[in-house]
Nanobody, 126 residues
């Protein structure tokens, strides 16, 4: 079992930055990949970024333009999503999720993820 708690969301003006945190607890975290997804009003949940806990390998959405950076802090069992140059289109609920790493795991596939946080709202004003 893995428990995930997100924080760091809020209201920010376009062009601003936010850093989201996902505190993870549970056993054997190094067998997981940790992902960030987001869901805008009226849209499906989409992949943003992921990081493999064991070796720090990162993955980003094909649409990524370098504004977002995922990282982790082993000592704090926390995964971060640094978001820069935010745009109104980035407004969404952001979710942290965990997936077991097995052969063929696709970090961008929402169906791979078994554990989810409660989400944190990010609102970007124009």
């Amino acid at each position: 079992q893995v428990q995930l708690v997100e924080s760091g969301g809020g209201l920010v003006q376009a062009g601003g930055s936010l850093r989201l945190s996902c505190a993870a607890s549970g056993r054997a975290l190094d067998i997981y990949v940790m992902g960030w997804f987001r869901q805008a009003p009226g849209k499906g949940r989409e992949f943003v970024a992921a990081i493999r806990w064991k070796d720090d390998k990162t993955y980003y959405a094909d649409s990524d333009t370098g504004r977002f950076t995922i990282s982790r802090d082993n000592a704090k069992s926390t995964v971060y999503l640094q978001m820069n140059s935010l745009k109104p289109d980035d407004t969404a609920v952001y979710y942290c999720a965990a997936a077991w790493v097995v052969a063929g795991t696709d970090p961008a596939d929402i169906n791979e993820y078994s554990y989810w946080g409660q989400g944190t709202q990010v609102t970007v004003s124009s």
